[in-house]
């Protein structure tokens, strides 16, 4: 059976991890170089020789294998996509980002033929579920590639649905292509589509993490629908960077007249709040509209207090823990709501990505490696020391 390289998680490593503590664990201890065999294609899937690949959180938790190993989120897809059983293996390739070129395609695959230059979205569904058509992302079957999938895009080939794919054009190198697919599409959702906040010009809209994987994208997608952007970050070499991004207002979380959010029995720090909606005031901003959330435990409280009075809450992530307090008056009795967003169906990922290919978005890239840093380079994500996103080269890779 011939063999490619691949980098991931094993059982092996698996049990090692489990016996440590959360708070003693790295990603690079979850993140291993593995030998493995190429995988076979299901009839409506395509083997993809991956050229260039990005990192994302979710590589994060599932190299921490926090909150649950990458191997229970496969299982628990398998029981969801009984035809997917092939995914069930001694280890879990990792990596929900990549460009690259088509080098063989199932059996029912019309639309695309090897040779072609593609991108991948990672929205696996079952398009046979008829909740699939009105929003992919409604659809049990839904989950992730590279994260509650197996053969994800840290590896020498990939296999994905053939509806997974977006035509990388001609103008658009190997490694941008692949840079933006995951945090954008999901930015896209959150703010502009009708299944998110749908933002509208002249609104007012604080993004947390402005200089991340997210937020540099939410603060350019607010700069294009003509709304204000407040983008929090944690440094001042972050607050420049969003500057440049186009952000209108940056507060640095870190400086001296911002209080803690949360005491130190992690409860809401109301004195905190105030202080904070306070800094935001004296700037010149309008009332917020919309809260761009993604960082759970520490802020979403307090999100909910910020915004406006109707104003929206829209949430993809709890990077800093998923258990948050939320003073309930704050919502009901000034007419908030909280909007839970995953991902983007296929619509929503392609509008995404050619917002790109148009020149309108400009990814934010961190670094381009070779993709043997992947755990070096995961623990400084970790630590919130990169900003923008992590991308690498995979071409001359040789295990
Ligand atoms: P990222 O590039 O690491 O950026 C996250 C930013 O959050 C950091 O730059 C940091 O900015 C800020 N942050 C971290 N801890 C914070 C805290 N305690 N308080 C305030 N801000 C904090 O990650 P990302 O790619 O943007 O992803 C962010 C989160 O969203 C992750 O948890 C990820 O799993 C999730 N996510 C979900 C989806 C989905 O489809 N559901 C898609 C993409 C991402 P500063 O330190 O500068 O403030």
């Keep these: 059976m011939k063999k490619m390289w691949a980098y991931g998680l094993d059982t092996e490593t698996l049990s090692i991890l489990s016996k440590k503590p959360l708070d003693e664990r790295k990603p690079s201890m979850g993140i291993k170089k593995l030998s493995v065999p190429i995988p076979n294609l299901m009839p409506d899937e395509v083997l993809v020789e991956v050229y260039a690949s990005a990192l994302n959180y979710n590589s994060i938790w599932s190299s921490l294998a ?4 990458p191997f229970q989120l496969i299982n628990s897809h398998v029981k969801r996509n009984p035809c997917n059983k092939d995914h069930i293996q001694p280890f879990a390739i990792y990596g929900s980002d990549a460009s690259g070129v088509i080098k063989k395609v199932g059996s029912s695959v019309t639309s695309w033929k090897e040779g072609d230059e593609v991108l991948i979205h990672c929205n696996v569904v079952d398009m046979n579920d008829p909740l699939s058509h009105q929003d992919s992302m409604l659809s049990s079957t839904q989950s992730i590639w590279g994260y509650e999938t197996n053969y994800g895009a840290f590896a020498e080939y990939t296999k994905v649905r053939s509806d997974q794919l977006i035509k990388k054009p001609n103008h658009v190198s190997w490694e941008t292509a692949a840079s933006f697919s995951l945090t954008l599409s999901t930015a896209y959702r959150m703010l502009i589509s009708d299944n998110g906040a749908n ?9 947390w993490g402005g200089s991340g994987g ?7 997608l607010c700069k294009l629908a003509g709304v204000k952007s407040i983008a929090v970050v944690s440094s001042e070499k972050k ?3 969003c500057k440049k991004l186009g952000a209108d207002f940056v507060i640095n979380r870190k400086s ?15 004195l905190g709040w105030r202080r904070f909606m306070q ?3 004296k700037m010149g901003c309008d009332p917020i509209d919309v809260v761009f959330e993604h960082v759970g435990s520490n802020t979403l409280g307090l999100s909910v207090f910020l915004a406006k009075r109707g104003g929206k809450v829209v949430v993809c992530g709890a990077s800093s823990g998923f258990n948050a307090t939320i003073d309930l008056r ?4 000034e007419l908030k709501s909280i909007i839970g967003s995953h991902f983007a169906n296929y619509d929503e990922a392609t509008k995404a990505a050619n917002l790109v290919f148009s020149n309108q978005i400009k990814p934010l ?5 070779p993709i043997k840093e992947l755990p070096k380079l995961a623990d400084q994500m970790f630590d919130d020391e990169t900003n923008g996103k992590i991308v690498f080269n995979h071409k001359n890779t040789k295990f």
Excluded: R
Excluded at 199 to 207: H, R, V
Excluded at 214 to 220: D, H, K
Excluded at 257 to 267: E, V, Y
């Design 199 to 207: 933002i509208k010009t002249g609104q007012t809209c604080l993004i």
């Design 214 to 220: 997210l937020g540099s994208f939410a603060i350019q």
């Design 66 to 69: 926090h909150p649950v190993s």
């Design 239 to 241: 607050a420049e960077i």
């Design 365 to 369: 890239i961190y670094s381009i490696n």
């Design 330 to 333: 704050y919502l009901w009795m």
């Design 256 to 270: 001296k007249n911002i209080i803690d959010f949360l005491d130190k029995d992690g409860n809401p720090n109301l």
């Design 279 to 281: 800094t935001i005031k």
